[in-house]
C-alpha cells in the first residue's frame, strides 16, 4: 500500500507562487504515473496536471496551461506542481494521486492511491 502526503500548501496572494510537493512511501512511484487534482468548496474534484512514469509526458488542465508545472524526482520518490499567477479562483485543497498505469490519464477514475489533500488559499 503506497502513501502519498502532500505539503506546500498555504495563503498566498494572487499573482503570487507555490511549490506543492508529494512524498510517497510504501511502494516506488517509478512506474506510474502521477496527477495533481483539486477540489473546491461545493465543487467536484478536478483534474490539474498529470506526469508519466519518466516524466517524458505532461498534460494540464486548460485553467492551469502556462501557469502550473509538473514534475518528478523518482529518485526521491516525489511529485511537485509548481504554480504561478496564482489567482483566487484556484483556491481548493489539491490532491495528489498515484495513476494506475505508465501513462498519463485526467480522469479521477485513472488514479488508484491519493493523499490527503493540501489547502490553497489565494487571497484577492
Known amino acids: 500500500q503506497v502513501q502519498l502526503v502532500e505539503s506546500g500548501g498555504g495563503l498566498v496572494q494572487a499573482g503570487g507562487s507555490l511549490r506543492l510537493s508529494c512524498a510517497a512511501s510504501?511502494?516506488?512511484?517509478?512506474?506510474?504515473?502521477m496527477g495533481w487534482f483539486r477540489q473546491a468548496p461545493g465543487k467536484e474534484r478536478e483534474f490539474v496536471a498529470a506526469i508519466s512514469w519518466n516524466g517524458g509526458d505532461t498534460r494540464y488542465s486548460d485553467s492551469g496551461k502556462g501557469r502550473f508545472t509538473i514534475s518528478r524526482l523518482n529518485a526521491k520518490n516525489t511529485v511537485y506542481l509548481r504554480m504561478n499567477s496564482l489567482m483566487p479562483e484556484d483556491t481548493a485543497v489539491y490532491y495528489c494521486?498515484?495513476?494506475?498505469?505508465?501513462?498519463?490519464?485526467?480522469?479521477?477514475?485513472?488514479?488508484?492511491?491519493w493523499g490527503q489533500g493540501t489547502q490553497v488559499t489565494v487571497s484577492s
Open positions: 510504501g511502494r516506488t512511484l517509478s512506474s506510474y504515473a
Open positions: 494521486a498515484q495513476g494506475r498505469e505508465s501513462w498519463t490519464g485526467i480522469r479521477i477514475n485513472d488514479y488508484v492511491y
